[in-house]
């Protein structure tokens, strides 16, 4: 049996020796590559004081019915909903969000409260000054 194996071992060898080897796909060129559109979910234009900025990101779970306290965040920015659905109250405002949808904090004093079942996931996205 060894010998048989043996045997069927160099023939696979040399049939790869013969061909050049074992035969690659070739990687595509870059202008081959076709990426999906991308699909922008926030533009905002923002002014910040100062040219340096530190970039907080930061994930946040609510409980089912929690709503915070009235808070402020280090900075403004882009807060986007992984899962659940939240109430935002901000600079006398009400709107409400639920998965995959991206809103703008101003920084501002705010609350979020979970309107939904379940847990609310969010990342938040502070831009501030460098202190």
């Not at 882009?78 to 709107?95: F, T």
């Not at 969000?97 to 502070?126: C, H, K, M, R």
Request: aromatic share 6%; proline share 9%.
């Amino acid at each position: 049996m060894w010998v048989s194996c043996a045997r069927r071992f160099g023939v696979w060898i040399a049939a790869l020796a013969v061909s050049g080897g074992p035969v690659q796909a070739e990687e595509p060129k870059p202008d081959e590559v076709k990426l999906p559109p991308l699909q922008v979910l926030l533009e905002k234009p923002v002014e910040l004081p100062g040219n340096k900025l530190t970039t907080r990101v930061v994930r946040v779970v609510l409980p089912q019915g929690y709503k915070t306290p009235l808070h402020t965040h280090e900075g403004p920015g882009p807060r986007y909903v992984l899962r659940g659905r939240v109430k935002v109250e901000e600079g006398g405002q009400v709107h409400e969000y639920g998965p995959g949808e991206v809103f703008w904090e101003s920084g501002q004093w705010t609350t979020a409260e979970n309107i939904g079942q379940g847990e609310v996931e969010l990342l938040i996205v502070e831009l501030a000054a460098v202190k």
